[in-house]
């Protein structure tokens, strides 16, 4: 059993502790902050919204995603998602994946697009598993690593 929640300021130091343990380059702990005060939501612009959701499974805190909305371009952005490294490949990241697509779909978007490094070949997995779609390399896109952008049609 698992849940699916907004972040609250509770989390976050769990959050950013999987955050630094999964990307070389990690998001500041204060974005997380911000997020978590405003609820798991944050308004830009009024048209473009971040959203933010934690998995719970057995009452401990085991992945995040992050994505934003544009309700004029009618698209999504998956910003971040990760899973703490003991918890995966038990179909959570998936999960909150699949979670975040159908949120965008509930909020009218067209289609979705993310960005990966070329080295994770296990997101990129998942990402094709679910029908995303290879659209291009970004060059240097990590520093000194690229991206490959993927997208799906909602």
Request: glycine content about 6%.
């Amino acid at each position: 059993m698992c849940v699916i929640r907004p972040i609250v300021l509770s989390d976050v130091q769990l959050v950013y502790e999987i955050e630094c343990r999964n990307f070389p380059t990690p998001w500041n702990k204060s974005i997380f902050e911000a997020i978590a005060t405003w609820g798991g939501k944050i308004r830009f612009q009024n048209h473009r919204v971040l959203l933010m959701r934690v998995l719970e499974s057995e009452h401990k805190l085991v992945g995040y995603i992050v994505w934003e909305e544009n309700k004029i371009a009618k698209k999504g952005h998956i910003m971040n998602l990760a899973v703490s490294e003991e918890y995966r490949r038990r179909g959570w990241g998936e999960k909150l994946l699949r979670y975040a697509l159908d949120m965008m779909r509930a909020g009218k978007m067209l289609f979705c697009v993310l960005e990966v490094r070329e080295s994770n070949l296990s997101a990129q997995k998942l990402y094709e598993k679910i029908g995303m779609k290879k659209k291009e390399r970004i060059e240097d896109y990590y520093e000194q690593e690229d991206a490959i952008l993927y997208y799906l049609s909602l």
